[in-house]
């Protein structure tokens, strides 16, 4: 059956809650009755719309098992030049949108990343950082069992350099413009600014065990379902007309509310990325994805099919992230897989509503570490985080999606307002 022509203006609305609803099992019960009533209303059932998308995954997914049998990675490498230059050539751009994930090489130079890597050694050891470490700040990250795997790190030279390089700007615009950023007269955000989103750093010793991280994704959790502007950025799914879904639309995204929540996101990222600064083998505990943007239709059908319970969003919740799994999501799970050895300078970046994991090691072999740097382009709602990012910036504090730990307030090394270029201070906001 072909999609319907049921003008969407005369569907059933949808409820919404512009905040954490105080009684979530009776808002899950309601949303989902709604939008069951709503793709019903176009003329499909809720099955038939789940059945398109599911044929398109099942496709995407036995691809990228057939690329593994064969040998092949999954992940697309472009050479940072061919970015540089404009020079990627046509079959990488097209695996890139298909597969949704991309290892830049020579993103930098090797023996940059490394100085960077020893840099903030330096960094912390001066600042007594071990001495004082309290901990895991957050239930999240502290479960890989490091001591400590994540540092709550987020204002050294070497990290700000990064970020406001040329060279990063340059991965981040290309990335950008791989989404639809502009439709219906509205540019939902500035390909070519980025805001500068400040995260922490991975540094795993040789020898180290890691638990590593559950299957999960990021962009949100209820609020992707109950929030006016998320329903009009997933409006195709829940209108019936589920072959025109793009999961490279950023329509509706950048400038609506996010239930808050101690693992978000205030940012919109185009992409989550990290910058590698030491060696990693792709068997040493790395992070692996389901490469297939369109998993993101699967996820949020999902719930809506009658062998999930009224009161169930397959597990998703607010204040967690939003889980991915054999239990309901087995067709995907066939299709995780890891990123291919990379070397310090090179970068790893994928689509921000990608399902990924971090696989555990044990004894793992050399160092794996990381600087996390998305791609988070100019928009409203990265301009309004922005300002919480600069009061953060002028006085070491951890940026407020992140536990409060202020390590840095007191650091007199750290990167000052005086070390921004133009790039920094445009990503900021200063200009």
Same mark, same amino acid.
């Given at each position: 059956?072909?999609?319907?022509?049921?003008?969407?203006?005369?569907?059933?609305?949808?409820?919404?809650?512009?905040?954490?609803?105080?009684?979530?099992?009776?808002?899950?019960?309601?949303?989902?009755?709604?939008?069951?009533?709503?793709?019903?209303?176009?003329?499909?059932?809720?099955?038939?719309?789940?059945?398109?998308?599911?044929?398109?995954?099942?496709?995407?997914?036995?691809?990228?098992?057939?690329?593994?049998?064969?040998?092949?990675?999954?992940?697309?490498?472009?050479?940072?030049?061919?970015?540089?230059?404009?020079?990627?050539?046509?079959?990488?751009?097209?695996?890139?949108?298909?597969?949704?994930?991309?290892?830049?090489?020579?993103?930098?130079?090797?023996?940059?990343?490394?100085?960077?890597?020893?840099?903030?050694?330096?960094?912390?050891?001066?600042?007594?950082?071990?001495?004082?470490?309290?901990?895991?700040?957050?239930?999240?990250?502290?479960?890989?069992?490091?001591?400590?795997?994540?540092?709550?790190?987020?204002?050294?030279?070497?990290?700000?350099?990064?970020?406001?390089?040329?060279?990063?700007?340059?991965?981040?615009?290309?990335?950008?413009?791989?989404?639809?950023?502009?439709?219906?007269?509205?540019?939902?955000?500035?390909?070519?600014?980025?805001?500068?989103?400040?995260?922490?750093?991975?540094?795993?010793?040789?020898?180290?065990?890691?638990?590593?991280?559950?299957?999960?994704?990021?962009?949100?959790?209820?609020?992707?379902?109950?929030?006016?502007?998320?329903?009009? /950025?997933?409006?195709?799914?829940?209108?019936?007309?589920?072959?025109?879904?793009?999961?490279?639309?950023?329509?509706?995204?950048?400038?609506?509310?996010?239930?808050?929540?101690?693992?978000?996101?205030?940012?919109?990222?185009?992409?989550?990325?990290?910058?590698?600064?030491?060696?990693?083998?792709?068997?040493?505990?790395?992070?692996?994805?389901?490469?297939?943007?369109?998993?993101?239709?699967?996820?949020?059908?999902?719930?809506?099919?009658?062998?999930?319970?009224?009161?169930?969003?397959?597990?998703?919740?607010?204040?967690?992230?939003?889980?991915?799994?054999?239990?309901?999501?087995?067709?995907?799970?066939? /299709?995780?897989?890891?990123?291919?050895?990379?070397?310090?300078?090179?970068?790893?970046?994928?689509?921000?509503?990608?399902?990924?994991?971090?696989?555990?090691?044990?004894?793992?072999?050399?160092?794996?570490?990381?600087?996390?740097?998305?791609?988070?382009?100019?928009?409203?709602?990265?301009?309004?985080?922005?300002?919480?990012?600069?009061?953060?910036?002028?006085?070491?504090?951890?940026?407020?999606?992140?536990?409060?730990?202020?390590?840095?307030?007191?650091?007199?090394?750290?990167?000052?307002?005086?070390?921004?270029?133009?790039?920094?201070?445009?990503?900021?906001?200063?200009?």
């Amino acid at each position: 059956m072909s999609a319907p022509t049921v003008p969407a203006t005369t569907l059933p609305a949808l409820p919404h809650w512009e905040q954490t609803p105080a009684d979530l099992t009776s808002a899950i019960r309601e949303i989902k009755g709604a939008l069951r009533a709503r793709i019903t209303a176009s003329g499909r059932t809720v099955e038939e719309v789940f059945g398109v998308v599911e044929e398109r995954v099942r496709a995407a997914v036995e691809d990228i098992e057939a690329a593994r049998e064969r040998g092949e990675t999954v992940w697309p490498e472009i050479d940072y030049a061919d970015i540089a230059n404009g020079t990627v050539p046509a079959e990488q751009l097209a695996l890139l949108r298909r597969r949704g994930c991309l290892v830049v090489r020579g993103h930098f130079p090797r023996q940059q990343a490394l100085g960077w890597d020893a840099d903030i050694v330096d960094y912390v050891e001066s600042n007594r950082f071990f001495d004082d470490y309290r901990g895991p700040g957050d239930d999240f990250f502290g479960s890989v069992g490091s001591k400590p795997e994540i540092y709550p790190i987020y204002w050294s030279p070497a990290q700000m350099q990064a970020r406001q390089s040329e060279r990063m700007a340059a991965v981040q615009a290309f990335l950008n413009g791989q989404w639809k950023h502009a439709s219906d007269g509205v540019q939902w955000f500035d390909p070519s600014r980025d805001s500068l989103y400040p995260d922490r750093i991975r540094r795993r010793p040789e020898g180290a065990d890691s638990g590593g991280l559950g299957t999960h994704l990021d962009p949100g959790t209820l609020d992707l379902w109950m929030t006016e502007a998320y329903q009009k /950025a997933f409006r195709h799914l829940f209108d019936g007309a589920v072959e025109q879904y793009d999961p490279w639309d950023a329509a509706h995204r950048t400038a609506g509310p996010q239930y808050p929540g101690s693992t978000m996101c205030s940012a919109f990222r185009t992409f989550q990325g990290w910058t590698a600064l030491s060696d990693m083998d792709h068997d040493q505990g790395v992070l692996h994805t389901v490469a297939i943007p369109e998993a993101m239709a699967y996820l949020m059908l999902r719930p809506l099919l009658s062998d999930v319970p009224d009161d169930d969003m397959c597990g998703v919740t607010v204040n967690q992230v939003f889980p991915a799994g054999d239990r309901w999501h087995p067709l995907l799970m066939r /299709a995780l897989s890891g990123i291919p050895d990379v070397r310090a300078g090179d970068s790893v970046w994928w689509h921000c509503d990608m399902i990924h994991s971090v696989a555990p090691v044990r004894n793992q072999q050399g160092w794996g570490n990381v600087m996390y740097i998305p791609a988070a382009p100019w928009c409203p709602r990265n301009e309004s985080y922005a300002a919480r990012v600069r009061e953060a910036f002028l006085t070491g504090s951890s940026p407020s999606d992140f536990p409060e730990e202020h390590y840095e307030r007191a650091w007199p090394n750290r990167f000052r307002p005086e070390d921004l270029n133009e790039t920094g201070r445009r990503g900021l906001g200063l200009d």
